[in-house]
Every structure is written in C-alpha cells, then in structure tokens.
C-alpha cells in the first residue's frame, strides 16, 4: 500500500489510541500509536510518517514543547488534540508550529477532515518553511489574524466573522486579484467546518459584503465577476509568524 | 496605648486652656461701701424716686444708679420672698438698715436687707462664719447716726426700701463686670476646650483611619480580582495582627481557589478524555437512530462540562477588554444559528463600536440567544444605542419568567423549571454566566416582558465609549 498515508498517534489514554487507531484505519489510513514523546520519537527513527496527531497533554514532556522540537526536527506535519479549550493553548500550539489542531471531545469526522485537509496542503510541498502559511493578511488597514481567527477593521476594533466567512475571507487574502469561481471557493472553503457548504457561496459572500464592505451594495473588495465568480480587489500583505494580534 | 496617649494629650490641652485661662483674666474687685455714703445715696435716691412720678420712676432710678455706682431698680410688685435676715446675723449692713428705716419714717413703710451673691435671677444666699463665734455682739449696735464711726459695707447686699405705695426701691452694688465680661472667660474656655478636643481626635482618627482604609481597599481588591493584596498597615503597630491575619487569610483563599481551579482542570481533562474515546467508539455503531442519539448524548455532556468548567474557572473573568464590533458580533451569532435552521433574527445597525472582553462578551450573548431558542422555539435580536449606551434586546416567544423569579433565574445551577429535565437542557448557568460576563463590563441585564405580552424579553445594556465611530 505504498500511497496510503501513515499516521502516528501520539496519546497517552488507551482508550482514545485504540478506538482512533481503529477509526482511522477504517477511513484508509495506516496507523501507529504511541503513549508518549520518548516513545514518539523512536517510532519517528524507525518508520517515515506522513502526519502526527499529537496530544497536549500527556505526561513526562509537555506536548507544546514536543511540538517545538518536531517542526525544528523535520517536516511531518502535526495536528494537536487539545483537553482544555483555552485559548492559550491553541494559539501556542499554532505558534510553535503545529498545522491544526482539534479540542476533545471532538467530532471524529471532523478531525478526519482536517486531517485530509493539511494532508492536501502539505502533500505537494513537504518543506517546513513553504508549507506555513502566513500568520497574519493585511489589506486595506484591515488585519487578519490567521492563528487567532481575528478580523480587525483599520481603527483596530474586532469584527466577529462566522467560521464560514472567515475561511471565505482566508480563502480570498490568499489568492488577491485572482477570479474565483463558485466550485473553486467551495473547494478551497471546505474542510474545516462541514457546515460550509450548507449555504451558497453567494450568501457567504453577501454577508462577507455586510461585515468589511464601507457600503455593502458597492462593494470595494469583493467584487462580483459576470462570468460566475468572485475577485478580491484589495492589495494583500501577508505577515510573517510571531506579528501580534 | 496610643489612645492613651491621644486622650493625655486632650485632657492635659484642656487643662492648659483653663490655666490660661485663669491666669490671663484679670481678677474680680470687691467693692466695699461706706456705711454713712451708703445710708445718705439710698436715702436720697429713694425719696426721690417716691416722689418722682410713676411713669418716671424706673428711667430715674437708672439715672441715679450710674452716678452713683449702683445698681438701682423700682420694682412694682415685690418680686422676690420677702426674707430678711435676722439683725445678729448682719452687724454692720443691719444699722444701715436701721438708719434709713428711722431716717424716713413716713415716707417708707419698711427697709430690707437681703445678702444675696449671683447675676440677678441665679441669686443665692450667703451666710456667714464668725470668728470668733460671738464677734456679733461685741460690734456696736443700732443704727448708724451721723456722728457715729463710719463702717464697711462689702458687696454683696440688697438693700429694698418700700415705699407707701407699696413698691419697691432696690438697691445692690454695682456689677464690676459687665455680662459679656463675666461669660466671655467661661465662653473662651469652652470653645477652646472644644476646638482643642476636635483638633487632637480629629488628627488621631485620621491617622488611625487611613491604614485602616487601606485594609479595607485591600480586602476588597482581594475579592474583585482574588489576586492577593499585600496590606500595608505602616503605621499601625497595634494592628500589625490584623495585617497578619489579613494576608494569611487572602493566602488561604487563594490556595483555596488554585486548589478548587486545579481539581476542576483535572477534572475537565478526565471527563473530556472518557468522552473523546466514547465518540470514537459510537463511530462503530451501526445503527443510525442509535448512533445519533449517542452522539447527541454526548455534545450534551461536553455542553454541561464547558457551562460548569467556565462559571468556576477564571479565564472570561482574566480577559481584557478590547474595541469590537457589537453589531457584526450579533450578526454572526444570528447567521451561525440561523444556518443550522433556527429561526433568528437579528435587526439594528451593521457596525457599533463597544469596549469589552471579546470572547466572554461572545459567550454571554450566545447563552441568552441560546436560551430563547431552547425554551421559546425561536429568537429576535434588536441592536441599538442611545445616550451613550447600547441596548440589545433577545425576544422569545416561550413561557416567559415571572418577575418575581427573575432573580431566581439568575441564580447558578438554578432552572426555572424545576424538573430539570434533560429534554430543554443545560444545567441552570447560562443566565448566571451571561450576569456575571456582563456586569464585569459595565452592563446590565435585565428580564421582562415583550410588547406582545407573552415569552420572555431579555434587555442588555452595554457603555458605549464616548467617541463612538461606527
């Protein structure tokens, strides 16, 4: 099975190795679990895998600095479970260089989705340094914080987006003055909340308009394509890792 | 010992006063009188006044009592008892009385003498003490003629000559000191008593006051942010064991509250690991109906969990304030709920600019329109502001609460309705956390009754900051 993606799964409770293990394996991939760092990183000496799901909080080394040490060791992208739903963590974790990262409980097929979503991106470009994305977009005066899900408005205020319009206003930073179809933003939009899809586009758009447009019915930004398709006009100015929030 | 010290310092104050007092006013002089000058003044003085007129009598006896440095009145009416004192008793003023009585028989009906010492209306009699015992009858006797040798009358007497008609001519020595004299000593004295007194108590106070202020600013610091608040009682010896009992009981509460946080995040961390490995679990059930009752079994717990772990923990409270945009933020908690097919609707302004913690402001807002949901079936969110203020209105159309259990509704763990039933939901925090997060921002929440009478209107409001550029 020389293309099936192999997975480690780093937890310490048994329970969630075997019956992740266990889900995984039925969704086609090949997996391996360790209970801890040490453990983790002999598995890493003896076989190539293709992407670790790493737990937080497991005894002796604490998982953000494991995470730390395997984006400086090499390129195998990482997707962290979190316990706590502290924001801290997250960030941190984000920070230190994991690509996703999922809170327990989580909802299994979401965590299969993200996981086929950073092996998508990553699979074509392995290197550490290419496969970031930025940490942060700024167009107009408006900054979006990728790491935080943030949007700010120039005067510096939050604007709260939907999980739906910011994976849209992502999608639209990372591909300034391209024209966009419809298919192409479903394709490009899905994969981190299931829900995505279940609204068009054209009214994730319209609300998009309603949230950063100065005037909603003359849109500056995203301008509406007459061949089916959407451009985002702004100039973009994508930030480095470790730019504040 | 202090208060000791304080109250020392006050009494000793107002004994120097009084010294000084003592010291610095001059004396009182006695006047003393001769026999002979005083039978001849009062002799002439009432004969003059009895054949005065009426009318002109008490402005005449005023007049004769500033010549001749006495005090004269012409009464009416006999004022005071009529109580003379025996003649042995009185030796020398008794031949003045005498004199006069025998001097103007026909004129006068009848002379007293009265020994009277006090301001005029607080008088009181004086006796007096011989020594030795019998000097009374060595004195000569009778009254005072012309050739006899003159005597001394000292103050103080009264001496009242009745007339034929009946009223009186009343004759004392003259008041050295004029009233204002007599009571400004006693005034001063007072006064300074009592400025002294206040100054001293007034400056002790304070001082012992302030470090007692700073305790009670500590202690509720403390309790507003639970972080600990060293006291600082500099200044207070005596109370150094209330600073130390101060700071070993914010030290226990602390430890208390890391304790009682810990458990919690252990328990957090525990309950949530069960649920991760039941969820993967529940993927291999086959049966569709049952799996997704599992599995909505389980969102539930993780539900409660995260309403439980957020009221007790401290992170919505640590959060600082920010700039965000309400209105956007009430937009997408209608939009994210409205996509999973519930009836929200949201009316107001796109933009409003507020101060406050952005993901516990989140949280209070997504309780209450998840409240209106739960128990009314659907949810009406109205944004707008005034006078410096947003007004934020969640209106359902469900049983509504009562006004007299609204505060009840608010209370943690509390539902209103009773059987705590699994089908609405929750375990009794929404209100409660939604209170908390929104009083913390200067807000207020409060319940009542929608214009349509029936559900319940949920109303917030929020400072708007004063430049607001929306």
């Known amino acids: ?245 | 010992m202090r208060i000791a010290a304080m109250m020392l310092v006050a009494v000793l104050a107002v004994e120097s006063l009084n010294a000084a007092a003592l010291v610095f006013i001059p004396p009182r002089l006695m006047r003393v009188y001769g026999g002979h000058w005083l039978v001849e003044t009062m002799e002439k003085a009432a004969l003059a006044i009895f054949q005065a007129d009426a009318k002109r009598r008490e402005a005449l006896a005023t007049g004769l009592s500033a010549e001749n440095h006495l005090q004269i009145h012409w009464l009416r009416v006999q004022q005071h008892p009529d109580e003379t004192a025996p003649a042995f008793k009185r030796p020398f003023p008794e031949r003045v009385r005498q004199a006069i009585e025998s001097d103007l028989k026909g004129t006068v009906s009848r002379v007293t003498f009265r020994s009277l010492i006090g301001p005029r209306g607080n008088q009181f009699h004086v006796d007096l003490l011989f020594q030795p015992p019998d000097l009374p009858s060595r004195l000569a006797k009778g009254p005072l003629k012309p050739e006899d040798e003159d005597i001394a009358i000292p103050a103080p007497f009264e001496f009242g000559i009745q007339g034929a008609d009946g009223s009186w001519v009343i004759v004392e020595p003259e008041d050295m000191l004029s009233y204002r004299a007599r009571v400004l000593p006693w005034f001063i004295t007072l006064l300074g008593a009592a400025v002294a007194v206040s100054l001293v108590s007034t400056f002790a106070a304070r001082q012992w006051l302030r470090p007692l202020d700073r305790l009670a600013g500590a202690a509720r610091e403390f309790g507003r942010t639970r972080r600990a608040v060293p006291v600082n009682t500099a200044g207070l010896s005596e109370f150094k064991v209330i600073e130390q009992a101060m700071n070993e009981m914010q030290d226990r509460i602390k430890r208390f509250l890391d304790e009682r946080t810990h458990m919690l995040a252990a328990m957090s961390h525990d309950l949530r690991t069960g649920l991760t490995g039941l969820r993967l679990d529940a993927e291999d059930v086959c049966d569709g109906e049952a799996k997704e009752r599992l599995v909505a079994g389980m969102e539930e717990m993780e539900r409660m969990i995260s309403a439980t772990l957020d009221f007790a923990g401290d992170e919505l409270k640590s959060e600082p304030a920010q700039a965000i945009d309400l209105a956007a933020l009430l937009i997408s908690l209608c939009d994210t709920l409205a996509d999973r097919n519930y009836p929200v609707s949201y009316s107001g302004p796109d933009h409003l600019s507020a101060q406050c913690q952005p993901i516990a402001i989140k949280r209070a807002f997504a309780n209450l329109i998840d409240n209106a949901i739960k128990y009314g079936g659907w949810a009406c969110v109205s944004l707008s502001h005034s006078g410096g203020k947003a007004a934020i209105f969640i209106t359902d159309g469900g049983p509504g609460i009562p006004a007299e259990k609204a505060e009840l509704a608010f209370q943690a763990f509390r539902r209103l309705e009773n059987s705590r039933s699994r089908e609405t939901g929750g375990v009794g925090l929404g209100l409660t956390i939604a209170r908390d997060i929104i009083r913390s921002n200067a807000g207020e929440i409060a319940l009542g009754q929608p214009p349509q009478e029936k559900g319940l209107e949920v109303k917030v409001t929020l400072p708007l900051p004063v430049a607001n550029g929306s």
């Open chain 1, 1 to 245: 099975m020389p293309n099936t993606p192999h997975i480690l799964i780093a937890d310490d409770d048994r329970q969630i190795r075997t019956s992740l293990a266990r889900f995984l394996e039925g969704n086609g991939f090949r997996v391996s679990a360790v209970a801890d760092g040490v453990a983790m990183f002999q598995a890493m000496e003896n076989s190539r895998f293709d992407l670790i799901v790493l737990d937080i909080m497991m005894p002796g080394e604490n998982g953000l600095s494991l995470c730390r040490r395997l984006r400086a060791a090499g390129k195998v992208p990482v997707v962290l479970l979190t316990a706590l739903s502290t924001h801290t963590d997250r960030i941190v974790g984000l920070e230190l260089g994991a690509d996703d990262y999922i809170c327990k409980p989580f909802d299994p097929r979401e965590l299969l989705a993200r996981i086929r979503a950073v092996l998508r991106r990553t699979g074509d470009t392995p290197a550490p340094e290419e496969r970031a994305r930025p940490a942060s977009y700024e167009f107009e005066g408006w900054r979006l914080d990728v790491l935080r899900r943030t949007l700010r408005n120039p005067e510096g205020t939050l604007v709260e987006l939907t999980a739906g319009e910011f994976d849209l206003l992502l999608t639209f930073a990372g591909h300034p003055q391209h024209v966009l179809t419809r298919d192409q933003l479903l394709d490009m939009t899905r994969g981190r909340e299931a829900n995505v899809f279940d609204r068009s586009i054209d009214v994730q758009v319209s609300r998009l308009r309603r949230k950063i447009e100065a005037d909603p019915q003359a849109p500056v930004f995203i301008k509406t394509v007459r061949s089916g398709g959407y451009v985002f006009c702004a100039g973009v100015v994508a930030g480095s890792q470790g730019a504040p929030g």
